[in-house]
């Protein structure tokens, strides 16, 4: 498929670097600066709640690893030693093979720059066993993940390759330039500082337009509220199933991330299957609505169920949930369940954490202090910004997420790249206070798991009354809400349930059309307790999982109707065309 390239970062070709040794401890990292579509994709994983990190709580981590006295001699002698072979000139430590970051051939060629890589990689190397050293001494593997996540964050910051000097692809490009590399360089920081709060650009924004290039589906609101409006969107075929289906994305971020470009669209290929879509987009909350909750979330969702059903005349529904909004569905679902309501009919879930007990990334921002403090800190504004939560997620992958744009944009002087999901990304919306303070509390304390734990729209949470059929969805390589954890929601809800995994990341397996030769999941039999054993079982297949979850979802959406030919109803007439004023920032008028 086509796409933009304009501002595209520049790649180096240049000779393999040395073989990776086991001397530098360090990980093989993923490619930098995303140069295709998929690799875009695969740089974005956000929507999803998270509590933002203190200095005081990094300084806590760092110093708990670095307190373990015989660890700490251990890897300062070793340390000490291997800096006297890198001085020799005896070292054999080389970067990994993935690691692009030293592909130029200087690092291998020149004694100097082979001495600073080396230099790098061997503190880096000792920093990482002192956090496994951390790990293996029994601290709690929350404490870890912030450790990991501290002196990640600081060895990615050390690269020498962040500084012009320490980089030879930067000089090389400053004086092939006559130093006008540099001065764009200079240009793009000092607007990134001013106006991207300190970090780099991942994309240009003004590259695209939704309504006019992002969420461009035909359709139109026929249902708008405090919180919420509702698409439906325009049926591309003859006939459509009679059951509609709602969608319930998460309250982070926009909902366009399922309405990309044509041949990239959720939305576009469900409606292409013959399936009645409506689509629900979340209002971007101020201060104003600092007190929105889940009763406020869940009741939008049981309210845009029951405009779906007046607009179609079906006397039910199917839903797809994902990310935090599969979390907002699932106490929809169970309010319904507790009050004999049956307006439902079968639900998806698409990479959904319901049960955090799993260890994962994440947990380095679910310490009881930080959560606390960040309950403050959210009730004091009234949100939890996007550009927040998104400098979190940025800095939870340093190294693709930040210090490759500082190389390809301040040293370089290249500008943002342009793909249509990074755009998507940069386009983030807030969190109400309180919405925020209960999905930390989800986060935190595992609450939907513990019955009773929390009660929302006035019906405690007891997931396993929630009997619907349900299709479940993971990722493989999903770092957010990991597969295993994407398994267990299998077991938690008591309605028979079919579980298929993707191979690829969080958003990117969720943009996911078909067609790609690389693309490909697993389906299996019936989900049991052990996630590795259906999966040990599971047989592969080319292509996405849009594709089995259509083929489940046709199954349970009734028969063949004759396709509407406008969208809404009398007493939901359409009130504007999608994409909607929500995902603009507009207000009603």
Not at 192 to 214: M, Y
Request: charged share 20%.
């Amino acid at each position: 498929m086509s796409h933009i390239t304009k501002g595209s970062p520049v790649t180096t070709t240049t000779p393999a670097p040395l073989s990776a040794s086991t001397d530098s401890g360090r990980r093989a990292q993923e490619p930098p600066v995303p140069q295709t579509e998929s690799e875009a994709l695969a740089s974005v994983e956000n929507a999803e709640p998270v509590a933002v990190p203190t200095s005081r709580g990094m300084a806590h981590a760092v110093l708990s690893t670095l307190a373990q006295p015989r660890p700490l001699a251990r890897e300062a002698a070793e340390l000490g030693r291997t800096t006297a072979r890198i001085l020799r000139g005896t070292a054999e430590i080389a970067p990994a093979p993935r690691d692009k970051r030293f592909a130029d051939a200087t690092w291998s060629s020149n004694p100097g720059y082979r001495r600073l890589v080396q230099s790098y990689l061997a503190l880096t190397g000792s920093l990482t066993r002192l956090v496994d050293a951390y790990e293996a001494g029994g601290a709690d593997w929350r404490e870890v993940e912030q450790a990991r996540f501290v002196l990640n964050a600081f060895t990615s910051a050390l690269a020498p390759t962040n500084t012009l000097v320490g980089n030879p692809a930067a000089l090389k490009r400053a004086f092939e330039t006559g130093g006008r590399s540099v001065l764009r360089g200079a240009g793009h920081m000092l607007h990134d500082l001013r106006h991207n709060g300190g970090l780099p650009a991942q994309t240009d924004r003004s590259a695209f337009t939704v309504g006019k290039d992002l969420g461009v589906t035909p359709g139109a609101v026929v249902h708008r509220s405090e919180v919420v409006e509702l698409i439906e969107y325009a049926p591309t075929t003859a006939r459509v199933r009679q059951r509609p289906l709602v969608i319930v994305p998460p309250p982070i971020g926009r909902f366009y991330f399922l309405d990309l470009r044509p041949g990239r669209s959720l939305v576009e290929y469900a409606v292409s299957r013959g399936l009645h879509v409506f689509m629900m987009s979340w209002r971007n909350p101020t201060r104003d609505q600092a007190d929105w909750d889940l009763d406020t979330y869940a009741g939008a969702v049981v309210d845009s169920i029951g405009v779906a059903r007046e607009i179609t005349g079906s006397a039910d529904v199917n839903t797809l949930g994902l990310c935090a909004g599969g979390q907002v569905m699932t106490t929809a679902l169970n309010h319904l369940a507790a009050t004999g309501d049956d307006r439902v009919h079968a639900a998806g879930y698409a990479v959904t954490l319901l049960d955090f007990s799993r260890r994962a990334p994440l947990g380095a921002f679910s310490g009881p202090r930080l959560l606390e403090l960040a309950r403050r800190n959210s009730r004091r504004r009234g949100v939890i910004s996007a550009r927040e939560m998104g400098s979190v997620f940025s800095w939870m992958r340093p190294d693709d997420l930040i210090f490759n744009y500082v190389v390809n944009q301040w040293l370089m002087g290249e500008d943002p790249p342009v793909f249509d999901i990074l755009a998507w990304n940069a386009d983030g919306t807030n969190l109400p206070a309180r919405l925020h303070e209960q999905f930390l509390e989800i986060f935190g304390k595992n609450a939907l798991v513990r019955p009773g734990a929390m009660r929302v729209l006035g019906s405690p949470v007891h997931l396993s009354r929630i009997t619907v059929p349900t299709f479940v969805t993971g990722a493989l390589t999903d770092h957010l809400t990991p597969w295993e954890g994407c398994y267990r929601t299998t077991q938690l809800l008591s309605g028979p349930s079919t579980f298929v995994l993707s191979y690829s990341g969080h958003i990117q397996s969720l943009v996911n059309p078909p067609g790609s030769p690389k693309a490909h999941y697993w389906t299996g039999g019936e989900p049991g307790p052990d996630p590795h054993a259906w999966r040990a079982s599971a047989e592969r297949h080319t292509g996405s999982w849009w594709e089995p979850w259509a083929e489940w979802m046709l199954e349970r959406s009734g028969d063949e109707v004759p396709a509407p030919t406008a969208q809404g109803s009398a007493a939901h007439p359409p009130l504007e065309p999608a994409p909607g004023s929500y995902v603009l920032d507009r207000r009603p008028s």
